[in-house]
């Protein structure tokens, strides 16, 4: 394997997670609903499936449960703001402050144990095409995961009945509420797709990209999801170049780095943070251009008038 | 079942006071499951983590040492949030304004006046409020959204903390700690009253800014033009008032508190800028300012009870042998229940049993 292609398996493990905490975001802001809170539900899906992975002993038993404790923790966020119609922004803030909390305090026990690791799936005949099969085709399934997730949320948003509506009840709820369509279990869906998803990019962090549980291990990618989210504009495919790109900043910086190029650590590791904040203004600048692609009730609380 | 809200003809006095007390016995009754959980018994442990911290004089000072930033950040971010203004980097206007405020101190060590720490917390406003103007900068300017850009900077912010610490600023006497040299007495915020209270002066600041911003914001225009903006951009516009400039003002007064409390922390408790200065305030200053409801007076109550789960969470590690985390998780499931139970407020609240619906509705 060259060097050029070891770089480019690094940027690929670190893209992942980032596209699918932002894809499942992103069908979650369709519905209409800001989840701040993607940063908690990814440590807690890390969390999960580091304590499952090394209880039972098998990685893909810790990935369904990343997946799982993320579905459920995003429960929470879900009755607060739809249920009890508290406001979402608060809400996610707190959902992230009880995800980094319970997670220190689960994993607690497990610091410094070595982990389980999700071993790559090689695909056979692809994986034999020069150059992209060693890339490509002898990933972990997260990878292929990921890639699906984009075409499926594709599909469905734009291609269904069912996505037709859910982009509906992100545009209006009162119009879609009127129209019968039932806005608070189609949100409750929606939130926990993401929540699902935000738990298998933290499954991804705990079984692939470190092996280990350590704390606060997201290092903010809940958020550099949701900042990609909008550098996306909503549009699933977007995502995928906007996570790679985010990827490939990360895993340069480690790079340059490593080699000391003579600028200080820290300011390397503020890059992709950096490059968050400078596309967020690329993309935000052109009012117009963003207004016609937010969902129009994001962020706002829905009572159902009877 | 189906829970359904209605909305009450009149927002409810009697909740806006009974709601945050009602979330803190939620709180407690959930902390008390957790600690079940954890094996421990749950009354004693709440006794260890609540209770007990308050007997004891040196940790009275204590809880005031770690209210102060939180209610002088609260404060600010209270006035944020009423004008629908997202600020949730104040950990990292904390962590500007502490190295601001720490400029003095380490390129003229040796300046003695009386003049150096007014200068000092001056600087350290300064610091946070220049750094909370640019999510302001940003969002004015450029539309972008003012929470992901606020948090961007406050991890950025740590890393230009940390780099300074470890590189230009560090002490070359400090003996493998990183961390500026210790500051002299003239740079250092001087206890309340000597000996009888210990804590500095941070929680006084912090208090005169809840009373001041309380003021500002039930008898000034000012305070009217937050509320009104916040409710609805478009009356504001109609009223005459700039969106933008309510934009710029809720930034850098939440900014140059946040500030404030970074130089207050670092030059009353520390007493040196180093990597690690805050256990989090920035953050947990949001539930205080939730906690309080919005209201800085509310926040000095809801700040030093914030305060008391930080000290107790450190002595409950040695009483009862639960990790320091626990202080978070009960710090979470506070900002949880004060938010479930404000619902109280504006909503009644029923739970119907039955999956028919009521037909009432259609006949009155």
Redesign the interface.
Known sequence: MTFFEAVLLTIITASTPLVIAAIGELVTERSGVLNLGVEGMVIIGSVSAFVAAQMSGSAYVGLLAGVGGGAIFSLLFSFLTLTLVANQVATGLALTIIGLGASGMIGEAYVGVPGVRLLPLEIPVLSDIPYIGNILFKQDIIFYLSIVLVVAVNWYLFHTRSGLKMRAIGDSHSSAHALGINVIRTRYLAIMFGGACAGLAGAQLSLIYTPQWTENMSGGRGWIALALVVFASWRPWRILAGGYLFGAVTILQLHAQAFGIGIPAQFLSMLPYAATVVVLIIISHNRRATLVNTPASLGKTFVPDR | MR???E?RRNVSKLFGFVSPLLALLLTLSAGAIMFLFLGKAPLDSLYALLVEPLFDPWSLNELARKAGPLILIAVGLSVC?RSNN?N?GAEGQYSVGAIFGSIIPVYFYGWSSPMVLPLMLLMGAIGGGLFAAIPAL?KT?????E???S???T??AQ??L??ITR?PWRNPDGHGFYGTRDFTPDQTLPPIWDDAISAHWGFIFAVIAAILIWFMMRYTLKGFEVVVLGHSERAGRFAGFSPKKMVWFAFILSGALAGLAGISEVSGSVGHLQPDISPGYG?TA??VA?LGRLNPLGIIASGLVLALTYIGGEAAQLSIGV?E?????????L??FV??C??LIT?Q?RIVWSRV??KA?ATA
Do not use: P
């Open positions: 829970i359904e809200l909305k949030y997202w949730i940003l300017h450029f539309n972008t959204n929470i992901l850009t948090l961007m900077l991890y950025m890393l230009l940390d780099w590189g953050f949001i539930i939730y990790s985390k626990v202080t978070r998780v009960f710090q979470g499931f900002l949880f938010l479930s404000d619902t909503y609240i619906r009521r509705g």
